[in-house]
């Protein structure tokens, strides 16, 4: 990926996006843009138009976390658009391009695929950077029964959004999943530039899926910790799941997502008889679940 081009499409996205009533700007006569002029951010953010200039043709080189702070208010960023716009600038500077990062690839631990198995009531699963269902516990991998079985996705769950046309049966919300598991995406891409297995997962879903490629472009940021989620479940049928994503440090290139239903609900009774369906089928290999990935 162009980190240049991807800071300026970012930027000017961003721009077109804040109106002029919404900066406070009044009066300004006719407008040949969308949202704000070049020298109208430039002014909110305290900074020359020049160097403005400069940073919106994506040369992010220097630039100071200060002046990315005053550009974020300036550009109305939420937490995570900020969070990416100094990611960004710090994948610009000098030496970035020798840091190396732990691949996506990445093993999981016996004693963390104890703890996962050890937790019931949830179904738990385990993903790496580019989407990868590499470990999860009993309910986990029969709640993601139909992505660790679909050819298209081999285990990966922007294959099986993208590829599988099962998604949007299993997302009933389908849209809406899409926009968020893009948007998280770019954000993890973001800060971690140099991830060879992200990078290559990301230009695959940029050539085969226009959805992705359309959605890629739109340069949208999120964070993916908590919410809710709709999935229609072939063995269960219809859930409302709140899911809560945690980070691990021991294993900084995983994330855990754990899901659970409120207690007494629909989607509580069909979440354990889907528990119950995983515990009368043959002892899970779970090591089958990595083994599904290329």
């Known amino acids: ?43 909110l953010a305290g900074v020359s138009v020049d160097y403005y200039v400069r940073m919106e043709r994506g040369d992010l080189r220097g630039v100071s976390p200060e002046v990315l702070d005053a550009l974020a208010r300036a550009l109305q960023l939420d937490e995570a658009e900020t969070a990416y716009l100094h990611d960004l600038a710090h994948a610009a500077g000098p030496g970035a391009r020798k840091r190396r990062e ?4 990445a093993k999981v631990r016996p004693g963390l695929q104890q703890f996962i198995d050890a937790v019931t009531g949830a179904a738990v699963t385990v993903q790496n950077r580019a989407g990868d269902i590499v470990a999860a516990n009993a309910l986990g991998r029969a709640l993601y029964k139909p992505v660790l079985e679909s050819a298209a996705a081999r285990g990966n769950t922007g294959r099986f ?25 770019r954000s993890i891409a973001g800060q971690y530039p140099h991830d060879k297995s992200l990078t290559d ?23 993916h910790r908590s919410g809710l989620k709709r999935l229609h479940h072939p063995d269960v049928g219809d859930l409302e799941l709140t899911y809560e994503t945690m980070e691990l440090p021991a294993s900084p290139e995983l994330r855990m997502t754990a899901y659970t239903a409120e207690a007494g609900s629909p989607s509580a009774e069909r979440l354990a008889l889907l528990g119950s369906l995983a515990a009368t089928d ?13």
Do not use: C, N, Y
């Not at 721009?15 to 704000?36: C, E, M, N, Y």
């Not at 997962?201 to 964070?223: C, K, N, P, Q």
């Open 282 to 294: 043959a002892p899970a290999d779970t090591d089958g679940i990595t083994t599904r990935r290329t």
């Open 1 to 43: 990926m162009d980190r240049r081009q991807d800071a300026a499409e970012f930027l000017r996205s961003r721009r077109d996006r804040v109106t002029p009533d919404k900066a406070g700007i009044f009066g300004s006569g006719r407008r040949r843009v969308p949202g704000l002029r070049r020298e109208e951010v430039a002014f």
């Open 102 to 105: 732990q691949s996506a690839e």
């Open 161 to 185: 959004l993208f590829l599988d046309p099962a998604a949007r049966t299993f997302w009933p919300e389908w849209t809406l999943v899409a926009d968020q598991i893009v948007a998280s995406m």
């Open 201 to 223: 997962h990301i230009g695959e879903l940029v050539t085969r899926s226009e959805d992705f490629r359309v959605r890629w472009a739109a340069h949208d940021v999120r964070f």
